[in-house]
């Protein structure tokens, strides 16, 4: 069973509130129909 790996990090509030962040733009990006959307975030 391999068990999971917690840094100590990933406990802090900056941290959890930026990994939402990422996700939402993210499926933002996701949801653009355009034919450049990894330039997207570039831009």
Known sequence: ???D???GF???E???RA???AD???NTLES???DRKH???IE
């Open 32 to 34: 653009l129909d355009t």
């Open 1 to 3: 069973m391999e068990e």
């Open 5 to 7: 790996i917690k840094f």
């Open 14 to 16: 900056v941290w959890q």
């Open 10 to 12: 990933e406990e802090l």
């Open 24 to 26: 939402i733009v993210i």
């Open 39 to 41: 330039f997207r975030l």
């Open 19 to 21: 990994i939402e962040f």
